[in-house]
């Protein structure tokens, strides 16, 4: 799809949001479901930067679409779980840097298989060829086999600029989504209140009884498997990062013996980014169709990226005495790269954004319950 298409189809989808919220501020049943109905009643008219705001404070819960008297077959339509889910993929896409990646937001799916094809053979081949044969197959229990196979210095070099270039990228693509919707300054109390909410996963709830998914019967599934994932992540992120202080501040090389701090949050994380992720693709594949977006492969690609981030991370932690330590450290490597480099283009972004967009609410209703207080 050129950039033209996009565009137009961003602007569709923009539109389709804005008359939708036009239609539920004048009716206003819903909104006590979630944080989009107060933010929406903060508005009078829906610009480009307010819409894409509210697309990424949507959960899609679904509640709204069940509890709408205008929804189909009304002559209104009005489906706000599938307008707000549509243009929130293309807000991943719009405000993606550099300009030229955002195409890869389409047939994403293909984009992170073939990005995981390429990273691991590359990685097996790289081994192959540059590692010494008795380590590629020697077992990995003592202290610095896994440099062994892959000098410590070659792998900072080549997964700490993988990471920094995702996280510049990120970083420039939120300061965009930010500023689209308006100036607005970061506070404490508004990144606290964010932090809380999305802890929680607050507005997954559906105003109280859970998610919308096979039926009008509400259920808890996804919110508790998008714990275990978020939750998994965060596990795996900080067995990373203890890892690191290790190696620099106690000078202990890796492998490290099953009950450090390392291993525990790794096994714990890399339980939680696949069982996690599994649930997420079983709900996904029973959820309503009528209220949920086009399939390009978004979510599914990340989800399975995650899967294999999480295996192949618990298949070397079993089998590291094994003589499959060298050529299972390539395929973690591998997908490890993988994950980094479509980080910035793919699912894993909505986190993000969905944070910003918690913030940025946390902050309107500050200031509005403010404003109240003082016209009291």
Not at 78 to 96: C, F, I, S
Not at 158 to 174: D, Y
């Amino acid at each position: 799809m050129s950039e033209i298409d996009l565009a137009k189809l961003t602007q569709m989808h923009q539109d389709e949001v804005a008359r939708q919220m036009s239609i539920c501020n004048a009716c206003r049943y819903c909104e006590g479901l979630c944080a989009v109905f107060p933010a929406m009643e903060l508005r009078k008219s829906f610009n480009a930067g307010d819409v894409d705001f509210l697309s990424n404070l949507c959960h899609n819960c679904g509640a709204c679409y069940y509890d709408c008297q205008y929804a189909p077959p009304h002559e209104f339509g009005v489906n706000v779980p599938k307008a707000m889910a549509d243009l929130r993929e293309d807000t991943y896409a719009n405000y993606a840097w550099p300009a030229p990646a955002q195409r890869l937001f389409q047939k994403n799916g293909m984009w992170i298989t073939v990005s995981l094809i390429v990273a691991v053979a590359v990685f097996i081949g790289g081994f192959v060829a540059f590692a010494d044969p008795e380590a590629l197959f020697a077992s990995g229990l003592e202290s610095g086999a896994f440099y062994r196979v892959m000098p410590h210095n070659t792998m900072v070099a080549i997964f700490g600029s993988a990471f920094l270039f995702a996280i510049v990228s990120i970083g420039i693509s939120l300061r965009r989504f930010w500023h689209a919707a308006g100036a607005m300054p970061v506070t404490l109390a508004s990144l606290w209140q964010a932090a809380k909410d999305a802890g929680q996963l607050r507005y997954l709830d559906g105003g109280g009884m859970g998610c919308m998914n096979e039926s009008e019967r509400p259920n808890d599934r996804r919110r508790l498997y998008h714990h275990l994932t978020m939750y998994g992540f965060l596990l795996c992120f900080a067995s990373t990062s203890t890892g690191t202080l290790f190696h620099y501040v106690l000078d202990w090389q890796a492998p490290y013996p099953w009950w450090t701090p390392v291993k525990i949050f790794g096994v714990l994380g890399g339980i939680g980014i696949v069982v996690g992720p599994i649930g997420l693709l079983r709900e996904k594949g029973r959820r309503d169709e009528a209220i949920t977006t086009s399939n390009n492969g978004l979510g599914e690609a990340f989800l399975w990226s995650l899967i294999l981030l999480g295996a192949t991370g618990l298949l070397l932690t079993a089998l590291r005495d094994t003589s499959a330590m060298g050529l299972l450290l390539a395929v973690h490597l591998g997908v490890v790269f993988a994950f980094f480099v479509t980080m910035p283009y793919g699912k894993f972004v909505h986190g993000l954004y969905r944070f910003a967009a918690l913030m940025r609410h946390a902050h309107e209703q500050a200031v509005d319950h403010e404003r109240e207080r003082a016209a009291a």
